[in-house]
Structures are given as structure tokens and as C-alpha cells.
């Protein structure tokens, strides 16, 4: 199985930045292993289902990794609003 490259990730991750990248790669994860961990985001239940064990190991890492990514871009919401000034 070949492990990732940067190439391969920033094909298929969106919004990971250099860190991110190397933190991935650091994981020592194939392509397949990236695969598992997108499918466990994406919608947990069907791989449930279909019996298989919860992610584990380097997938479980990816896991963690992509989901901290998903809470970064679930904080880019719409700006706040200014607090009103006194006059």
C-alpha cells in the first residue's frame, strides 16, 4: 500500500494548511487508511452497519486530524456584530 503524499491530501482534504499536511503524513497512513477516516466523516452509521469496528489506529489519528479540520471551518460563520458605541 503506498502512504500518503502531500499531493495526495491536498487533492483530497480541503481547507488543510502546512501543518495540517505534515501532521497527516507524520501518521505514516496510506491512501486506503485516508480513504477509511473521509468515509468515517462523511456518515458513520453505514460503516456501523456493515459491521466494521470503529476506526482505529492510524485511521482513528486521521480521524481526529480531519475533524479538527471541520471544527476550524465550522467557526468561519458570519462576522459578529460591531457592539454598539456610546455617544
Same mark, same amino acid.
Given at each position: ?6 499531493? %495526495?491530501? $491536498? ?6 494548511? %502546512? $501543518?495540517?499536511?505534515?501532521?497527516? !503524513?507524520?501518521?505514516?497512513?496510506? $491512501? ?30 486521521? $480521524? %481526529?486530524?480531519?475533524?479538527? !479540520? ?5 467557526? %468561519? ?11
Amino acid at each position: 500500500m503506498r502512504r500518503l503524499s502531500r499531493d %495526495d491530501i $491536498v487533492k483530497t482534504v480541503d481547507r488543510a494548511d %502546512d $501543518v495540517t499536511i505534515a501532521r497527516i !503524513i507524520g501518521t505514516g497512513a496510506t $491512501v486506503d487508511e485516508l480513504a477509511e477516516a473521509q468515509a468515517w466523516l462523511a456518515n458513520d452509521e453505514p460503516m456501523i452497519n456493515d459491521l466494521r469496528p470503529l476506526a482505529h489506529g492510524r485511521v482513528r489519528e486521521l $480521524v %481526529d486530524i480531519l475533524s479538527e !479540520i471541520d471544527e476550524d471551518g465550522d467557526e %468561519d460563520g458570519p462576522a459578529p456584530s460591531p457592539a454598539p458605541t456610546e455617544n
